[in-house]
C-alpha cells in the first residue's frame, strides 16, 4: 500500500468518529479509481449518513482528493446531500480523446472539451433535465466502446453486463471489471485491518 495511504490511515484516528467513518467510506466507494485505474467515480453524499454538513462532507472530498493525486467536482447539490465526481484527469482525458469529433456534435460537446469542463457540463445537463446524461459514464471508468453502444452510437450489439453493459468483445470489460471489483475488496481489507 501507498506510503500516502498509510499516512492517511494513521491520522484518520486523530478525527472524530463521523468524520473518520465518512472517510473510510469514501475511500473503499472510490477504491477502483484509487487503485485500478478507473478515471472517475460519482457518489451521492448524504449529510444525515454521517452527521456532518454537506459542506464539512465536500470539505473533506476536497482535502482528501487532493492528497491522494485526484480532482473532484460537486455535479449538484442541495443542503442535504450532494453528487460529486471524484476523477483522474488524464484517465479522463484519455477517455475523450477516444471519441470522434462527429460524436461531440451529435451530443452537443465541443470536441476539445477538457475533463473539468465536461463534467461542468453534465452537471449543467443533470440539473435541466433531471436526468443523468448517459455519457457521464467516459469520466467514470466505462469503456469507451460501452458508453458510446449503450447510447446507440456504435453498431456494436449487447454482449453482456459486468456492472454495465457491454457491448461489442467482452473480453476488455470483464476484465476491467474485475480489476475494479479487486481493487474494492483490497480498500476495504485496509480499512477493516486497523
Known amino acids: 500500500m501507498s506510503p500516502r495511504f498509510k499516512a492517511w490511515k494513521t491520522g484518520i484516528n486523530d478525527l472524530p468518529q463521523s468524520e473518520s467513518e465518512?472517510?473510510?467510506?469514501?475511500?473503499?466507494?472510490?477504491?477502483s479509481v484509487l487503485f485500478a485505474g478507473k478515471a472517475g467515480?460519482?457518489?451521492?453524499?448524504?449529510?444525515?449518513?454521517?452527521?456532518?454538513?454537506?459542506?464539512r462532507l465536500t470539505e473533506r472530498i476536497s482535502a482528501l482528493s487532493g492528497s491522494w493525486g485526484f480532482s473532484f467536482l460537486v455535479i449538484c447539490r442541495c443542503d442535504v446531500c450532494a453528487k460529486v465526481v471524484i476523477y483522474d484527469r488524464t484517465k479522463v482525458q484519455?477517455?475523450?480523446?477516444?471519441?470522434?469529433?462527429?460524436?461531440?456534435?451529435?451530443?452537443g460537446y465541443p470536441s476539445d472539451i477538457d475533463p473539468s469542463e465536461f463534467l461542468e457540463e453534465i452537471g449543467r445537463r443533470w440539473q435541466n433535465t433531471g436526468k443523468i446524461p448517459n455519457e457521464i459514464g467516459l469520466a467514470l471508468g466505462?469503456?469507451?466502446?460501452?458508453v458510446l453502444g449503450y447510447m446507440g452510437l456504435m453498431s456494436s450489439r449487447c454482449t453482456g453486463t459486468c456492472g454495465w453493459r457491454v457491448y461489442g468483445d467482452p473480453v476488455p470489460s470483464l476484465r476491467r471489471g474485475r480489476q475494479?471489483?479487486?481493487a474494492k475488496k483490497q480498500a476495504v481489507a485496509f480499512v477493516s485491518n486497523w
Open 41 to 55: 467515480e460519482l457518489l451521492m453524499i448524504n449529510a444525515d449518513k454521517y452527521g456532518l454538513t454537506v459542506d
Open 180 to 182: 475494479y471489483g479487486r
Open 22 to 31: 465518512f472517510e473510510k467510506w469514501l475511500f473503499v466507494s472510490i477504491a
Open 142 to 146: 466505462y469503456p469507451v466502446k460501452d
Open 94 to 107: 484519455d477517455a475523450l480523446s477516444q471519441v470522434s469529433k462527429w460524436t461531440f456534435n451529435k451530443l
